[in-house]
């Protein structure tokens, strides 16, 4: 069992960045942000695994980077050049299967909101 904490969404305007932060109760081999906008259905944004190998979602190429710090069991996602479209809820999620397919990550965290207004 993983016990996942997001930090750091709040308000921003567009063209905004925000950081957000995962804290991992224990190491997982896959580590993940999806996000959940009002009347959506929740989407896989960002992926990284053991190696540190990333993948991201079309919408957020070249704006977000995800990353990790392996000491402290903590995930980031550094989100830049913010677009209303980025409102939504962010999700941490962890998954100990194959790390480039959304439907594996089975643990999740609560939630953090970001809202970027125009």
């Known amino acids: 069992q993983v016990q996942l904490v997001e930090s750091g969404g709040g308000s921003v305007q567009a063209g905004g960045s925000l950081r957000l932060s995962c804290a991992a109760s224990a190491y997982t081999y896959c580590m993940g942000w999806f996000r959940q906008a009002p009347g959506k259905e929740r989407e896989g944004v960002a992926a990284i695994g053991s190696t540190s190998s990333t993948s991201y979602a079309n919408s957020v190429k070249g704006r977000f980077t995800i990353s990790k710090d392996n000491a402290k069991n903590t995930l980031y996602l550094q989100m830049n050049s913010l677009k209303p479209e980025d409102t939504a809820m962010y999700y941490c999620?962890?998954?100990?299967?194959?790390?480039?397919?959304?439907?594996?990550?089975?643990?999740w965290g609560q939630g953090t909101q970001v809202t970027v207004s125009s």
């Open positions: 999620a962890a998954s100990f299967g194959y790390c480039w397919d959304w439907s594996r990550y089975n643990y």
